[in-house]
């Protein structure tokens, strides 16, 4: 039996299977069907400062092997989250980690900073990547200075683990993954969604309700792995990969290509207990390989 | 309630109509688990390489006696046809019961008894004058063969309202006349009155105390707004297009009084004065 446990900066996973966030709610959805302690790490939706409503509907269209959404982060605000979430998922026997965000550097440190005053959140996740808001997310992502300047702020706040969230819609994420690392990210996830669209012909109309949206699911995964493997080049601290991974085998590709742990998004609408069939597919992975600790396997495919 | 995870297997898969499809789906090894009218299951769709997301479907029917799930499919898209395509003794992957159904009628004494303030007895009383008018459009009368299934075991007599473009989308008729009466509007005239739903003869005729509806969005608008100029509590079924089916992704949320809300955990089915539509 292979150990799975892994470390992402002092965060430690008892597996390196996260889910990732805005696909998993905040884990007492899925109660039903996993059991939650099972799962290396919950990450639950973005949080903002204030509450927000989010963009209108249609929000959802499904595209050849995945999907695109433009949510815009609809969540009631990190007060709501620390007085009646927060008292629920701090009880799941797992690492519960928030994804934060925000439309200034202030936003971001000051949302962080009330995050990190709760004892059993032990890292979060700075999403300076959504596609779908008007004011910030993204247009924090795709320059190294609009990275490092909230990367920046919220260090400064925030003492636990911190891991960045790159967007895939920038010309190099090595650039991007570097320029974090510079000023203090323990870690980087990544993908987020890509940018894309959807046109409904009939209607001569663009599906979503605001024209563009994020593409997840295993259309994205070549692209995913793809800046896993360049970042893993460029950078000293550890990744954690995402991007389409629906089963153990593709979990493990990522694994190989440099992340320390991964995390499971869309593939949870379509099989609600796919992060727990992932964990127990890589522990047979390596098993049947003869490696003894999941770490072993951590970049692999670059050796050689 | 529960959620599970069950593969069923497809019993018997008949065509009420052309276009339309009838899965009636079992559990081979146990009974299905508890479902209420109006909540939905999320079909997985194998075997259609332009089809990633589950298919949401409401359930048409729980039979019991046969331990039979029922669903009943409007062949439209890729997804769709592929469930259509299914031959019998095919696994059929579903995640159910999901959502939020109609409010049956213990419930709907018990809100209108807390609201009379009146005695056990005389919310009794109540309880037998609550008659149901269930209005159902299109393929959105599928849920309502269940609903009135599980009143008619009340001891409810359901009226079934029901409209179609013509005579040949209005299905299983047969099944809803066994339950209540049945009154059929046309957009053609080729059955029943012809016209819509709301221009029906019945509404001036009779009265109700409960109204649910499912079908076409405009249709229950317009439900919705005779059902509010009677003063007849109305709850309506949404089908928005959604991803998860679980409360996870908020893709499928519908503007209420309380903001932006799911349709399929706090729905599908909603009282309509609580919409913005």
């Known amino acids: ?304 | 309630m529960k959620k599970y995870i069950l593969d069923l297997v497809l019993r018997r898969t008949t065509q009420p109509r052309p276009g339309y499809v009838l899965l009636q789906l079992t559990d081979p090894d146990k009974p299905l688990p508890e479902m209420l009218p109006g909540q939905f299951v999320e079909v997985r769709v194998d075997g259609s390489p332009t089809t990633f997301l589950r298919r949401p479907i409401s359930i048409n029917l729980v039979d019991r006696q046969r331990n039979e799930l029922w669903l009943l499919v409007h062949a439209v898209g890729a997804g769709t046809r592929a469930l259509a395509a299914l031959t019998e003794g095919a696994v059929v992957n579903v995640v159910l019961p999901l959502g939020r159904g109609f409010t049956l009628p213990e419930e709907a004494a018990s809100e209108w008894g807390a609201a009379s303030e009146r005695g056990a007895a005389s919310s009794r009383e109540n309880l037998e004058a609550q008659s149901y008018l269930l209005v159902g459009g299109g393929v959105g009368t599928a849920p309502l063969l269940y609903l009135g299934q599980e009143l008619a075991a009340l001891g409810y007599k359901p009226t079934f309202l029901l409209g179609a473009r013509s005579a040949d989308d209005l299905l299983q008729l047969d099944d809803f006349r066994r339950l209540g009466a049945v009154h059929l509007t046309t957009e053609d005239g080729s059955a029943g009155e012809r016209g819509f739903v709301t221009q029906h003869s019945l509404w001036q005729t009779a009265t109700f105390s409960r109204i649910c509806t499912c079908g076409p969005k405009p249709m229950m608008v317009a439900v919705a707004r005779l059902a509010h100029e009677k003063g007849i509590p109305c709850e309506a079924s949404l089908e928005n297009l959604m991803a998860c089916g679980l409360g996870a992704c908020l893709c499928c949320v519908e503007d209420t009084v309380d903001g932006n809300v799911c349709v399929c955990k706090e729905g599908p089915v909603f009282s309509t004065d609580k919409l913005k539509w």
């Open chain 1, 1 to 304: 039996m292979a150990d799975l446990h892994t470390k992402i900066g002092a965060l430690e996973l008892k597996n390196p299977v996260m889910t990732a966030s805005g696909t998993f709610g905040y884990g007492l959805e899925f109660a039903d069907f996993v059991d939650l302690a099972e799962i290396g790490g919950i990450i639950v939706k973005g949080t903002t400062l204030e509450p927000r409503q989010g963009n209108a509907y249609p929000r959802m269209a499904e595209t050849a092997q995945g999907m695109l959404n433009c949510v815009g982060l609809q969540n009631k605000g990190v007060d709501y989250f620390c007085q009646h979430i927060y008292p629920e998922v701090r009880q799941i026997d797992t690492a519960v980690l928030v994804n934060v965000s925000g439309n200034s550097p202030e936003t971001y440190a000051e949302c962080a900073r009330r995050i990190a005053e709760l004892d059993d959140i032990p890292a979060i996740e700075l999403n300076i990547s959504c596609p779908n808001v008007k004011q910030g997310g993204m247009a924090f992502g795709v320059t190294c200075e609009g990275a490092a300047s909230v990367v920046k702020a919220v260090r400064a706040v925030y003492p636990k683990t911190l891991i960045v969230k790159l967007s895939p819609n920038v010309t190099s994420i090595a650039d991007i993954a570097r320029a974090v690392e510079a000023e203090g990210a323990d870690a980087v996830s990544l993908i987020n969604t890509l940018m894309g669209m959807a046109i409904d012909a009939e209607k001569r109309r663009p599906i979503l309700s605001i024209g563009t949206g994020g593409l997840s699911g295993p259309a994205v995964k070549p692209v995913a792995l793809r800046m896993v493997w360049q970042v893993f080049e460029a950078v000293q601290i550890p990744i954690v990969g995402l991007g389409g991974i629906m089963n153990a085998t593709d979990a493990v590709e990522f694994l190989l290509a440099g992340a320390s742990a991964i995390e499971i998004g869309t593939a949870n609408f379509i099989d609600p207990a796919v992060t727990v069939k992932v964990a127990r597919g890589i522990e047979d992975y390596l098993d049947r390989h003869g490696f003894t600790s999941v770490r072993e396997i951590v970049g692999l495919a670059h050796e050689g």
